[in-house]
């Protein structure tokens, strides 16, 4: 029987508790079991491979049909299913187990998949398809999620979420997740935020494009500007990735003039700063006065308003901007 995701949602009690979540999107289909299926702590989850289930027909069979004083619930996840496991299933269903709840995973089944066609034409059982997200339906559970946890977030920073997870919902939610808990104590979330606590801007090679210009090595940021094509979304975010990168060596370089060992600054500095960029900020240290610093912070941000105002040329004035400043 063919079902939609919010007859579940309203009806999941009311519903045979047998199930092929099947299509693009995994996110969406992971999401699903945690809020809906995995939320009675009574039940005892099982998850398996179809390998496994296979390998062991006998041993699943008897996990599904066995009642146990001690585990009288029990959810079993299989992932991975394909039209082999459709005669098992078949067998174990005609039993009708009780207290069971039965779950297969699936990627994209065509319309001739036997095991679909089971799915969608028995009434005992049902079928759920979930589809690739859209950027609006992604921008509407990301933007209802941050109200939700009341933390403030711009148009701009949810844009530059929702973009670099490239439609993938598993993407999202784990650098969502990393927002929430950096933001536990705080409420008002700006970009600068997001590209201290995510991979986006490392991701996209925006963080080696600022470390490179960084250190004036023209030669790496030709390839690396040649190599990709940047949006003008991607644009504010590699200006934002200098603005960062910028005024941390400006925050070094004034609390190293008072005659501080570099180390120790570098060792006790927040954000921490990994080993591995360590080297690399004290060769940027070395190519930059804290009076050249200033200007380009300055640059920047009168960037920053050109490109929002003229978005059509934006990669042209930050290749410009890029390029002459290192001849």
């Given amino acids: 029987m063919i079902v939609k995701l919010f007859e579940i949602k309203k009806n999941v009690k009311k519903i045979n508790n047998f199930f092929l979540l099947y299509g693009d999107n995994e996110g969406l289909i992971e999401e699903t079991i945690k809020k809906i299926f995995s ?65 297969l995973k699936s990627k994209v089944l065509e319309k001739k998949s036997k095991l679909r066609t089971y799915f969608e034409k028995d009434n005992y059982v049902n079928i759920v398809a979930f589809y690739e997200d859209n950027r609006q339906t992604l921008l509407t559970q990301t933007e209802n999620y941050f109200k939700n946890q009341k933390i403030k977030i711009s148009h701009e920073s949810l844009n530059l979420l929702i973009e670099r997870s490239r439609g993938n919902r598993i993407i999202l939610n784990n650098e969502i997740e990393k927002i929430i808990n950096y933001s536990a104590s705080k409420k008002n979330l700006r970009l600068e935020d997001l590209i201290k606590i995510t991979n986006l801007a490392e991701d996209y090679d925006s963080g080696e494009i600022a470390n490179q210009y960084l250190l004036k090595n023209r030669k790496k940021i030709v390839n690396l500007i040649n190599e990709n094509s940047f949006s003008p979304t991607d644009n504010i975010l590699l200006l934002k990735t200098f603005l ?61 308003l050109l490109i929002k105002k003229h978005s059509e040329i934006s990669t042209a004035i930050i290749n410009n901007f890029i390029l002459d400043n290192l001849n």
Wanted: some cysteine.
């Fill in 39 to 103: 939320n009675d702590t009574s039940k005892k989850t099982y998850k398996y491979n179809e390998n496994e289930i296979l390998e062991n027909a006998n041993d699943f069979e008897s996990l599904i049909l066995n009642k146990s004083f001690f585990d009288e619930s029990k959810l079993i996840i299989v992932n991975g299913s394909t039209d082999k496991i459709l005669p098992l299933i078949k067998n174990v269903l005609e039993k009708k187990p009780e207290d069971i709840d039965i779950i």
């Fill in 244 to 304: 960062y990168k910028l005024k941390r060596l400006k925050k070094i370089k004034l609390e190293t003039s008072d005659k501080k060992n570099l180390d120790n600054v570098l060792l006790y500095f927040k954000p921490p700063i990994f080993w591995k960029e360590k080297e690399i900020i004290k060769q940027q240290l070395r190519c930059w006065t804290l009076n050249q610093i200033n200007l380009k912070i300055k640059r920047v941000n009168y960037l920053e």
